[in-house]
Each structure stands twice: as structure tokens, then as C-alpha cells.
């Protein structure tokens, strides 16, 4: 365990999947904790009603991070009701298929304003108010590294997301913030049962550690990438993935 008492945390997309198992580990740990979710209001307010059942700190906020000017509210709505910001964990993303052939230019708008504009412009307006000691997260993929076919707008957002974190670890470095990116596997999750549907087989004889990833095993990676033990981890991404190359 890692122990975040007296921090906060933003996490972004909280409400389900990664970003719930996230927001439950950090609870866990200590910090006060942003519950974001876009429509999923039912969803984030039950994980606020988990952190609360067990002595810990949150709220629910929404905001649509793939909209500029929701983006500047979510990091006032941390300040105004805990005081301060220290972590900001950009998990919202969205995933689809989209084959080069059926690939239009809403897909590629809808998937950059949300996994790369909403991350950065949450990155930006986080760190005005963020002091030395804080951290931010950015949650990647694999795919990020071993991209596949189908999915060329999906891969592309996650590879801009590690270039980011390595340009923003640099900026950020002199004032004592650091910026971790944790690339996930496959992970079993409310987005992706779907489109995982069948591929359990082959996600699975794919990853040498024999078995798929559940949101609990990348909210442990945040967990140390946020504390005190990574002090001297920035700009880099950790894959946590049970060995899986896609
Ligand atoms: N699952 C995997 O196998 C896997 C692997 C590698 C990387 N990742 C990455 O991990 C992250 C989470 O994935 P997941 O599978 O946990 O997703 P998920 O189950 O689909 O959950 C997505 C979360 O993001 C929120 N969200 C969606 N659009 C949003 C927006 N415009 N503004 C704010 N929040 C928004 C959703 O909120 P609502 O409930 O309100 O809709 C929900 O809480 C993503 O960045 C994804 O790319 C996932």
C-alpha cells in the first residue's frame, strides 16, 4: 500500500473499468478522490459510495473531457472541495474498430479530442495549481508499441499519449511534478466486453502470465507510480501487461 493521507486525486473516466479500479485503490490508499464520469452518473456515484462505506474521501464530477471548456471545471471542482491537487490520473479514453476502409474523420476527431487534447488540456490546467511533489498519470496501452490493424486511430492516440509523457516529464521536472505513463494489456472492463467478446482464448495464450488483466492490477501500478517510491520515475511508461505483446 501506498500511503496518499492528506493528497488528492483527479481521476479521470472513474466511473467504470481502469478508471473505478483506480479510484478505489487511491481511496484505499489514503488520497480524498475525484470521481469523473461523462454520462455514467448511477456508475460514479456507486464508487463514491464504495470509498465512503470504507472510511475513505469522494466525490462525483461530471465532465466530458473531450470538451475544452469542461476541462478547467473538473480542476476547480478538486480545489473548491479538497483544498488542493496532487495527482491527476488521465485515464478517460475510448477504443474502436475502425479498418482503414471504414476509418471517417469524426472517428479520428472523437479520438483525439478525448485520448489526447482532453489529456493534455487536463495535464495543463492541473499543473497551475499543482506544487512541487505532485504527480500526474497517463494511462496508454500496448498498443501503443505493437499496434494493431483495425485499430490505427486507437494506437496512434496512445502512441502521442508516451510522447507526451516524456515531453511533459521534461517540462514539468524543474518545478518537482512528475508525469508517469502505465501501459496496460488487455484488461477486462465494461468498454471492452464487447469487443473482446470470443477473444478470451487468444488474450489469454497471448499473455505469458495466463490470464487477462482486471482493473485492480493497473490501479496497483498508479498506485506506486503516484507514491513516494517512484520519486525518481518520470517521463517513462510502464507496461503492465502479464508480459502480453499484442
Ligand atoms: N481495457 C483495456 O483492455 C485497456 C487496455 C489498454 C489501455 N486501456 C485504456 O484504459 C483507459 C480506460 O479504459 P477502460 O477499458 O477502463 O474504459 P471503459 O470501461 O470504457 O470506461 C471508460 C470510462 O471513461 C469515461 N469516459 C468516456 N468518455 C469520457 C469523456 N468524454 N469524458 C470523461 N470521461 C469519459 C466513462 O464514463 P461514463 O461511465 O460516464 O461513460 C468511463 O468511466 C482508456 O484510456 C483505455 O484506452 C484500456
Redesign the pocket.
Known sequence: MSDLSGKVAIV??????????TALRLAADGARVVV??????A??EAVVGRIVAAGGEAVAV??????PD?IQPLIDAAVSTYGRLDILV??????RVDSLEQLTAQSFDDHF???VR?LLLATQAAARVMTSGAVIVN?????AKSPYPMVHV?CA??GAVDTLTRSLGMELGPRGIRVVGI??????????AES?KGMSDYLVGKTPLGRV?Q?AD?AAAVSYAVSADAAWVTGSTIDVAGGMVF
Open positions: 479521470t473516466g472513474s466511473s467504470k473499468g481502469i478508471g473505478a479500479g469523473n464520469y461523462v454520462s455514467g452518473q456508475d460514479a461530471r465532465a466530458d473531457l473531450s470538451r469542461e488521465n485515464n478517460a479514453g475510448i477504443y479530442a478525448l485520448n482532453g494511462i496508454s496501452s500496448g498498443l486507437y492516440t496512445k501501459a496496460p494489456g488487455f484488461v477486462a472492463t465494461e468498454g471492452n473482446a488483466g482493473p493497473i
